[in-house]
Nanobody
Framework: VQLVESGGGLVQPGGSLRLSCVTSGFAFASYDMRWYRQAPGKERELVATIGWRPTTDYADSVKGRFTISRDNVLSTVYLQMDKLKPEDTGVYYC?????WGQGTQVVVSS
């Protein structure tokens, strides 16, 4: 099982980033997928979930700004992040099939 994130980087407040998580080794279309993040000095927190149906759910702090989506043909889950704030800074992790990706760093700063 592999989950490989990409798309992180440095962005100014108010900007946008799109994270991708390419997966392999399991039946992607049958599983819920999640994005977590971990800010410096803080615990890892759940940001967004997409079910296999697919239903979606978001942390209150990102509702209306982030959008999770999936492509079952490519076995990939995405996180579109708009109107980014400095408090969105952290390492973003993809999670599914009880496995974690290595994370991708997001820094929101002017």
């Amino acid at each position: 099982v592999q989950l490989v994130e990409s798309g992180g980087g440095l962005v100014q407040p108010g900007g946008s980033l799109r994270l991708s998580c390419v997966t392999s080794g399991f039946a992607f279309a049958s599983y819920d997928m999640r994005w977590y993040r971990q800010a410096p000095g803080k615990e890892r927190e759940l940001v967004a979930t997409i079910g296999w149906r697919p239903t979606t759910d978001y942390a209150d702090s990102v509702k209306g700004r982030f959008t999770i989506s999936r492509d079952n043909v490519l076995s990939t889950v995405y996180l579109q992040m708009d109107k980014l704030k400095p408090e969105d800074t952290g390492v973003y992790y993809c999670y599914g099939f009880s496995a974690w990706g290595q994370g991708t760093q997001v820094v929101v700063s002017s």
